[in-house]
């Protein structure tokens, strides 16, 4: 195709959803080829929402000019499940396990972000060793997230399983550690406001211990097989980049921005809970490109095992709960509260208005992994349909969270 | 050296797939059905609703006060008082629950109902094989079902159920202790020599 036509198509892009999804796709389309130019054209293929690369269900409506992209829109809500509204007709505490299936895989960060915003709103204190569990199984949970995304980056990349499952043999480690302390792998459902439900069991502590020594083992052997390979490094360097002032003007938070060489991080801006007394670096990025973002995550979490390795070993004892803190009839008092948190995707948000009854009058979710895909376009413009598959895996996305 | 990442790649698998056969660390799998990893002490699957003796309608600590009904996230309890009342473990008259359903479709293992549970009278279970091939009724447990004794409640968490037991232990005495001295303030305004029991 001749570079007028493809100027000349994408010039004025239709509204999306103005005149229906009939009249849009006409518009895109050209009817006929154009002349002298026989066979070629724009394509609009519809990614997903059933591809096993788009990490759930989640569609990309992507306009090719053979294989480049020329323009692609997000098409999300197939995972829609009411999640704010739900929350706004039941009790402050029946929102709790909800939290845990947004980002299904961070139940315990979501379950923190969620717990911070409400002991804002009813001005609960959180106790010592809560505060440390907190950080604790945070971390536990940004090692884990960070180390399946990486699997999951290199499965997009054609690296079909054997990464994958020794990143998930890793995480099972993690999750066993989440399941003997809250009963349950994933959907753990374990901050309270002002507080955990239930103090660490015998034993582990050691067995965390183990696990945050053994890591690094494991990050070396990581790093040493993809540090220096050429596919992955072909793939991955200069694909996607992503300007410092675009993603800052979109408002992408975490690994995403930090990436694009943005020094923000919300446990250092922030300090929330305890985490101004744990000395850690924040990773920056130069270029922005999926190679930066993943070996990001990778420097991430070297430095969480360094708070894990000190949040361990100086966890004192103490209540883990406010005795403040009521289980039932929880009324706060009228007001408003937002409670954000570094969660290993992004700034995780909730944003809630009282009105002094049991339920909250208003709930809002502000999702990383949302966010952090308004810009896929930006990113994806001009590269092939293959990159476009890992800079989606590099956003790190749960479609839990995207639509909740 | 190009391929180099392949090889290296290569390497490490085959040399985990013949540590497999040597070292039992390499070997992460379980091959269920035939083999199970042993349950954690705080794993929670569904809820069920503790007894205390032999007789399951006797001896069920619900007294149908539906809180776990009102903060059940999904909403899949659905409760029914009864008409009259039983003696609960301290021997004082309550109600118990004539319909006690749980739905499992819907349940979500949050524990939220054990949680807010006053009475200690619903707990998790550990049973995670629960689908049937009934998918009508199958899949809603009527009170019949739900009713585990106290002993397999001390089986799957031994050490909740202690502290549960515990407490209940001191919760009886402090009342039998309340209602004994109550008995001989009351005997003592009376006068009389005769000394009333334990009022339950």
Redesign the interface.
């Known amino acids: 195709m001749s570079a007028e036509t493809v100027t000349a198509a994408a010039a004025e892009p239709p509204a999306f959803g103005a005149a229906g999804p009939a009249a849009r796709h006409y518009e895109i389309l050209p009817k006929t080829p154009p002349a002298g130019d026989a066979g070629s054209g724009l394509l609009e293929v519809s990614m997903g929402p059933h591809h096993p690369s788009t990490h759930g269900v989640f569609r990309m409506d992507v306009v090719l000019d053979g294989e480049r992209v020329v323009k692609l829109k997000p098409v999300f809500g197939y995972l829609h499940r009411n999640h704010e509204k739900i929350a706004e007709g039941t009790t402050y505490l029946s929102s709790m396990p909800y939290t845990d299936r947004l980002d299904y895989f961070c139940s315990l960060t979501n379950n923190w972000a969620y717990a911070l915003a409400v002991e804002k709103l009813a001005g609960l204190e959180v106790p010592e060793r809560a505060e440390f569990i907190r950080v604790i199984t945070a971390e536990l949970t940004r090692l884990q997230n960070h180390v399946c995304l990486i699997g999951f980056l290199l499965q997009d990349m054609g690296a079909l399983g054997t990464p994958l499952m020794y990143a998930f043999r890793e995480r099972e480690k993690i999750l066993d550690l989440f399941e003997s302390l809250t009963g349950a792998r994933m959907m753990c459902n374990y901050m309270r406001f002002g507080g955990c439900r239930v103090d660490l069991p015998e034993g582990w502590l050691e067995a965390a211990k183990t696990v945050v020594e053994e890591y690094p083992r494991f990050l070396d052997e990581f790093e040493r097989f993809l540090g220096g390979n050429e596919i992955l490094l072909a793939r991955t360097q200069g694909v996607g980049a992503l300007p410092k002032e675009l993603a800052v003007n979109a408002g992408v938070t975490g690994p995403m921005l930090r990436a694009s060489g943005v020094n923000y991080d919300i446990r250092k801006v922030d300090l929330y809970g305890i985490y101004d007394r744990f000395d850690f670096k924040v990773p920056l990025g130069e270029r922005g490109d999926v190679f930066d973002r993943y070996m990001i995550r990778v420097l991430e979490m070297r430095e969480s095992l360094k708070i894990l390795s000190r949040a361990l070993a100086d966890i004192p004892s103490g209540p883990i709960i406010d005795p403040k803190a009521k289980l039932r009839g929880f009324r706060p008092k009228p007001g408003e509260a937002y409670g954000r948190i570094e969660a290993p995707k992004g700034e995780l948000g909730f944003y809630l208005i009282s009105d002094g009854s049991p339920n909250p009058y208003r709930y809002r979710v502000r999702p990383p992994s949302f966010i952090n895909l308004t810009i896929l376009e930006d990113m994806c413009l001009n590269h092939l349909v293959a990159d476009v598959v890992i800079i989606l895996g590099s956003v790190d996305i749960v479609l839990g969270e995207v639509d909740r | 050296m190009?391929g180099?990442?392949?090889l290296?790649?290569m390497a490490?698998?085959a040399r985990n797939f013949v540590g497999s056969y040597v070292s039992k660390d390499r070997l992460?799998t379980v091959q269920y059905p035939e083999e199970r990893l042993p349950l954690?002490?705080?794993?929670?699957q569904f809820p069920f609703l503790v007894y205390d003796g032999d007789d399951w309608q006797k001896g069920l600590r619900c007294v149908a006060c539906q809180?776990c009904e009102k903060?059940?996230?999904p909403k899949c309890i659905y409760i029914e008082k009864s008409k009259d009342k039983k003696p609960d473990y301290i021997g004082k008259p309550q109600l118990y629950p004539a319909t006690f359903d749980i739905d499992l479709s819907v349940c979500?293992?949050?524990?939220?109902c054990v949680?807010?549970c006053?009475f200690d009278a619903i707990k998790?279970d550990t049973e995670y094989e629960l689908s049937t091939d009934d998918r009508f009724g199958g899949l809603l447990s009527h009170k019949e079902q739900l009713a585990k004794s106290n002993g397999h409640y001390h089986q799957i968490h031994p050490?909740e159920a202690a502290e549960v037991d515990g407490h209940l232990a001191a919760e009886k005495t402090r009342l039998e202790a309340k209602a004994k001295a109550a008995g001989e303030a009351k005997a003592r305004a009376k006068a009389s020599p005769a000394a009333l029991g334990p009022i339950r």
């Open positions: 190009l180099e990442g392949i290296k790649g490490e698998t992460v954690k002490e705080a794993t929670r809180i903060e059940c996230p979500m293992s949050c524990q939220i949680e807010v006053p998790m050490t």
